[in-house]
């Protein structure tokens, strides 16, 4: 249902409380109705069963339950991968992506719709930046998602369209909304954070000592060539991102994983492998995660099979544990790099 109405999901509970205070309803109350919207996951207001009733007529009048309305779903061939598309109150598409592997049911979220960062090799970009995702729009594809499905999701990951630290409060503050034990109750550890590397963020996310885990692209193993490929580079040095990671993986004493997207005849080389080794041979608590490149329109490839051989075997000397990450769900353009979507 289209509405203009401010929606209650992506209230904190505070911000229930405070609903509850300007109307003269004691503050218990917002953790019953926190309770209903995050814990329950109701969709209707009738279901509030236990809240005075000029609350709910209040409530109704003033807001609406769901920001995003559900467009559709596709399924991969393997029905491993789902792809769902919803729409933002604004009327703007978004994607979430649903991964299925055995016991773990991974959840990738979106956080802008489009992208500022320009990555050449990543279809989101194309779209240019169109808008910030609020907290309660980024909270509601996991609540939509987890209702369509009869499954529990195990894991959370922000590597959906846009670049999370960019809308960083927003961000923030949906991920403690997954997080909160009274609501949806996802642990820490199972909700990653991926950036390509806005090093003021990386350093705010540090110091403020958030539990979450994080990841970063690193994609390029040169200077140069980071910023051929990624033009953040130009503002954020690789030096001083991988400082940044480092100062990060001491002070939280947690583990970090680095991304490699792999592409043919840029960054897929043995000395690149042998660089990326000295790159990260000071960071105690990282992990490499390579994945292989997943074709969009665009001008780069996926290296030969030799080639991605080679370039993981001189890995195995890594003073780090490395792994490989074969997209999921490339045949419905839901692998790393593929969502984009037009209002056509
Ligand atoms: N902007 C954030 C969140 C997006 S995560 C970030 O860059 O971390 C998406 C991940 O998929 C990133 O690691 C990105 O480098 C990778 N990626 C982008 N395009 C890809 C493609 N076409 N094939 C494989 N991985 C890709």
Redesign the pocket.
């Known amino acids: 249902m289209k509405t203009d109405k401010t929606s209650l999901i992506g209230k904190s509970l505070e911000g229930l409380v405070k609903i509850c205070e300007d109307n003269d309803v004691k503050s218990f109350r917002a953790k019953q109705l926190f309770n209903w919207l995050y814990r329950n996951k109701v969709n209707d207001f009738d279901a509030f069963n236990n809240l005075p009733k000029e609350l709910i007529t209040f409530l109704r009048s003033e807001y609406c339950i769901h920001p995003l309305t559900f467009v559709r779903a596709t399924k991969s061939t393997s029905e491993l991968t789902n792809k769902f598309l919803f729409k933002t109150q604004s009327g703007a598409l978004i994607e979430s992506v649903l991964m299925n592997d055995d016991d773990r049911v991974t959840l990738c979220l979106s956080?802008q719709v489009g992208?500022a960062?320009d990555?050449k090799?990543?279809?989101?970009a194309k779209m240019g930046f169109k808008e910030n995702l609020t907290p309660g729009e980024i909270v509601d594809q996991y609540l939509m998602i987890s209702q369509k499905i009869n499954k529990q999701i195990t894991n959370i990951?922000?590597?959906?369209?846009?670049?999370?630290?960019l809308n960083y409060r927003n961000v923030i503050k949906s991920a403690h909304l997954l997080h909160n034990p009274n609501g949806i109750n996802m642990g820490y550890k199972r909700i990653t954070i991926?950036?390509?590397?806005v090093i003021s963020k990386i350093e705010k996310f540090t110091k403020e000592k958030e539990k979450f885990k994080l990841?970063?692209?690193l994609?390029g193993t040169t200077n140069e060539q980071r910023k051929a490929i990624m033009p953040i580079t130009k503002k954020n040095a690789l030096v001083d991102l991988l400082d940044a990671s480092k100062k990060y993986t001491e002070q939280s004493n947690t583990w970090l994983t680095f991304?490699y997207?792999l592409l043919k005849e840029c960054n897929d080389s043995i000395e690149d492998a042998s660089r990326l080794i000295k790159l990260l041979y000071d960071i105690k608590k990282c992990k490499l995660n390579v994945?292989?490149?997943?074709?969009?329109d665009?001008e780069?490839q996926r290296p030969d099979q030799s080639k991605i051989h080679s370039f993981m075997s001189k890995l195995r000397s890594a003073p780090f544990p490395v792994t490989i990450r074969w997209?999921k769900g490339t045949d419905i353009d839901a692998?790393?790099?593929?969502l984009a979507v037009s209002d056509s």
Do not use: D, K, W
Request: hydrophobic content about 35%; overall charge negative; charged content about 10%.
């Open positions: 956080t992208c960062l990555c090799f990543c279809a989101t990951v922000f590597m959906g369209m846009g670049e999370p630290f991926s950036t390509a590397g990841a970063i692209s994609n991304e997207v994945i292989p490149y997943n074709e969009t665009g780069f997209s692998g790393c790099g593929q």
